[in-house]
């Protein structure tokens, strides 16, 4: 019997921290990922490396945070926020995820430093650190644009908090965070999440896990 070759899974995620539904997306993606690598022929032995990259859904945020609710009061007009809020509470609860929408908001290209600061260290690291900044800022009502904030999620995540502040007082990673914005917004992309596979396939939005799964079998057959 012949075995399925192995096969290792490129995935770029474009995100910004501020994005509901980039956390959303993210928290299915690991959902899929799991179901593949149980279920799928094969899916045990393929790897998955997970890479993240910046976007500014917002580039008008002030540099420092203002409360949620009233960025987005001015921007939709406050029915519709609770609209929206509502509908977005009752989607991540089946993703683990409790929306509080009572943080503050606002330029993110300091978070996107951090996750700069993470990848430094390995995939798996920023990852984790994306995971805490998500939660930090969603579900524990911070400041997105808090060095406070910042240090917490990335020491959480397994960085030296004094490596962290240095590497925030610092400036490091904008120029990085700088040029990765400006390939997406060439390259088109308008919203996030937006998940390239193998450079070839892709999930735009936080899509239901077997739309991940469809995906991962077309670029099985692919490789």
Same mark, same amino acid.
């Given at each position: 019997?012949?075995?399925?070759?192995?096969?290792?899974?490129?995935?770029?995620? *474009?995100?910004?921290?501020?994005?509901?539904?980039?956390?959303?997306?993210?928290?299915?993606?690991?959902? &899929? *990922?799991?179901?593949?690598?149980?279920?799928?022929?094969?899916?045990?032995?393929?790897?998955?490396?997970?890479?993240?990259?910046?976007?500014?859904?917002?580039?008008?945020?002030?540099?420092?945070?203002?409360?949620?609710?009233?960025?987005? &009061?001015?921007?939709?007009?406050?029915?519709?926020?609770?609209?929206?809020?509502?509908?977005?509470?009752?989607?991540?609860?089946?993703?683990?995820?409790?929306?509080?929408?009572?943080?503050?908001?606002?330029?993110?290209?300091?978070?996107?430093?951090? *996750?700069?600061?993470?990848?430094?260290?390995? *995939?798996?690291?920023?990852?984790?650190?994306?995971?805490?900044?998500?939660?930090?800022?969603?579900?524990?009502?911070?400041?997105?644009?808090?060095?406070?904030?910042?240090?917490?999620?990335?020491?959480?995540?397994?960085?030296?908090? &004094?490596?962290?502040?240095?590497?925030?007082?610092?400036?490091?990673?904008?120029?990085?965070?700088?040029?990765?914005?400006?390939?997406?917004?060439? &390259?088109?992309?308008?919203?996030?999440?937006?998940?390239?596979?193998?450079?070839?396939?892709?999930?735009?939005?936080?899509?239901?896990?077997?739309?991940?799964?469809?995906?991962?079998?077309?670029?099985?057959?692919?490789?």
């Amino acid at each position: 019997m012949k075995l399925p070759k192995m096969t290792n899974f490129n995935i770029k995620v *474009i995100s910004d921290p501020i994005c509901p539904f980039c956390y959303l997306g993210k928290k299915r993606l690991d959902k &899929a *990922i799991d179901v593949y690598k149980r279920v799928y022929p094969g899916g045990a032995n393929d790897t998955f490396t997970v890479s993240w990259s910046p976007f500014y859904l917002d580039p008008s945020l002030p540099k420092h945070g203002v409360p949620v609710q009233q960025r987005m &009061a001015e921007r939709f007009g406050a029915d519709r926020v609770e609209f929206m809020q509502n509908r977005l509470r009752m989607m991540g609860q089946p993703d683990g995820i409790n929306f509080t929408f009572s943080g503050k908001i606002g330029n993110t290209r300091d978070a996107h430093r951090l *996750i700069q600061l993470g990848k430094t260290k390995g *995939i798996e690291t920023q990852n984790r650190v994306v995971t805490e900044l998500f939660r930090g800022y969603f579900e524990e009502s911070g400041d997105i644009t808090s060095h406070d904030l910042l240090t917490s999620a990335g020491e959480k995540a397994g960085l030296d908090p &004094a490596e962290i502040k240095k590497w925030l007082a610092e400036g490091k990673g904008g120029q990085e965070v700088d040029r990765e914005v400006d390939l997406a917004y060439r &390259a088109g992309i308008q919203g996030v999440p937006n998940f390239t596979i193998n450079d070839k396939f892709t999930v735009d939005g936080a899509q239901d896990v077997q739309v991940f799964l469809e995906e991962f079998v077309k670029a099985k057959d692919a490789a």
